[in-house]
């Protein structure tokens, strides 16, 4: 019997369907708590090439949640032990992994390559680059994030509204997992919702998980969702750049002080505390790059600049996933 015979007995696969998930070519990034449930899926319905971006190493305090991984794999790369697991479930699909950290100057390449991208990378900055570039190019991304007892899973982009259309403004909650904590169940039931709306996307279920949002709270045992297929993109946004990008017409401000931040993101980085920006500001015909570590501190700071000052800001994230 087929290794795939129980999905496949669905109308909803096939074995047209089948062929489509052994063609897929789906890119994750991130290969912690919420790649953990997810990949396994992935790899044993038979999607046939997942290339995974993550540039940590696995770290004994991931195991309660990440368990995709091993004790034996502590100090290895998380991409390469996921991949890895992923080839020894099934041998006929190919598992890439990639350490390197995802940013704006590279997440063009890495989507162009890729016919969906799920998004577990456990950081905002990362969301809205993937979101950006997705919806640039078309591309369906899922998104989803977990922190405590709670979390979303969404569809976006592709021939949907982008990350930007539901959370247009700086989210709240500037915590993640290290900072807040989190329960493996939690991560588990959210990464598997992320799974099978990947695989509905790939599949041509309909309707589609592009435009809807799923919101679990686990405290409560409760699921809730709603559509946005219509929902506007925002007329504004800032728009996060990679360092490297940045040039001689911009100023560019690091908002993290020495201590915090030995070195800036970007060596001609001035640095000036963002209760200090507004007599810095210059010439609004000057763009400019506002530093952070997650791009949080930079996207308030922006807000805090824009009610004042009309010129182009642009975020940098020196650790975008």
Known sequence: MSRYARQMQLPEVGTDGQALLAQARVLVVGAGGLAAPLLPLLAGAGVGHLTILDPDVVELSNLHRQTLFTEADCG???????????QEINSEISATGVVQT????????FVQQADIVLDCADSYAASYVLSDT????????ISASALGLNGYVGGFCGTGPSLRAVFPEMPD????CAS??????????????????????????DPSPIGQMVQVDAGSFHLSGFRFDNAPEPAHGYAFVAASELGPNHMIIELRDATEAPMPAHP?????????????????????????????R?????????EFWPGEIVLVAASTS
């Open 102 to 109: 995802l940013s704006p100057a590279n997440a063009a390449a």
């Open 268 to 296: 001609d980085a001035l640095r000036i505390a963002a209760d200090k920006l507004r007599a810095a500001l210059p010439d609004p015909a000057t763009p400019l790059a506002l530093c952070c570590a997650s791009g949080l």
């Open 134 to 141: 997705c919806y640039d190019q078309q591309t369906p991304l």
């Open 298 to 306: 930079a996207w308030r700071a922006a807000e805090q600049v824009t």
């Open 180 to 205: 807040s904590g989190v329960l493996g169940p939690v991560v588990a039931m959210i990464g598997a919702l992320q799974a099978q709306m990947a695989l509905s996307v790939l599949l041509g279920f």
């Open 173 to 176: 909650n500037t915590q993640n």
């Open 76 to 86: 290895q790369p998380k991409v390469m032990c996921a991949a890895t697991r992923c």
